[in-house]
């Protein structure tokens, strides 16, 4: 079956360490994002990418990379600088196009980071 | 700046007590409004989405309902496995020939036998 994983479940993160999540999809999607969910907060997003080689920022993306070198992948490395990393970090994907100008967003069942 | 507010933020139902979910949004150039269901410790799973005002989704015991200002989920006869957080989030242009969807925090739902 098609879909999106996210790798590892747990993670631990020591100080002044960068960490990198992984995400993979199947789904043939151009679109790739990421979130991260805080306790009692809203989704907010952290980069986003619509196709191959390209990728934005998002509105929280101080202290995190990505990269997007294959469709399928769309890793996000949580760097030292990012100085409050604890979080659910969520990814999910997208088809695009003029046709699937209306697709939701599909997710992950996300990566929690904690601190050690 | 866009805004997406959901209320309650936790809602608490007898197994078979119908109620709403309401989403109310201030956006500019709305796109979609989207419902997902978010189990304890996975990713949303997408529900609906709706359009235009007056469009209505349904699923089960799930009704989505939009207004040019709100939407509703409603459940009816709640079971105990609708336990969940419910999201919704719309869909906005963000410049840049992109779109992007703001999340509200969720209503956390809750049905007990």
């Known amino acids: 079956d098609g879909g999106i994983t996210q790798s590892p479940k747990y993670l631990f993160r020591k100080e002044g360490q960068n960490v990198t999540l992984s995400c993979e999809q199947n789904?043939?999607?151009?679109?790739m994002y990421w979130y991260r969910q805080d306790p009692g907060q809203g989704l907010r997003l952290i980069y986003y990418?619509?196709?191959?080689?390209?990728?934005q920022k998002g509105d929280i993306a101080e202290g995190y990379s990505v990269s997007r070198e294959k469709k399928e992948s769309f890793p996000l490395t949580v760097t030292s600088a990012q100085k409050n990393p604890t979080a659910f970090y969520l990814c999910?994907?997208?088809?695009?196009?003029?046709?699937?100008?209306?697709?939701?967003?599909?997710f992950g069942d996300g990566t929690r980071l904690s601190i050690l | 700046e866009d805004q997406v507010t959901q209320s309650p933020e936790a809602l608490r139902l007898q197994e078979g007590e119908s109620s709403s979910l309401n989403c109310s949004y201030t956006v500019s150039g709305l796109r979609g409004l989207f419902w997902y269901r978010q189990d304890p410790g996975k990713g949303p799973e997408f529900l609906f989405t709706?359009?235009?005002a007056g469009e209505e989704k349904e699923k089960e015991r799930l009704k989505a309902t939009l207004t040019k200002k709100e939407s509703f989920l409603h459940i009816t006869a709640p079971k105990p496995e609708d336990s969940a957080t419910y999201l919704c989030a719309v869909r906005c242009y963000s410049g840049a020939g992109s779109y992007q969807l703001t999340f509200g925090k969720g209503t956390k739902l809750s049905v007990i036998p």
């Open positions: 990418s619509q196709i191959v080689n390209d990728f």
């Open positions: 709706l359009y235009s």
């Open positions: 789904l043939n999607h151009d679109a």
């Open positions: 999910a994907s997208r088809r695009t196009g003029a046709v699937y100008s209306n697709q939701p967003q599909h």
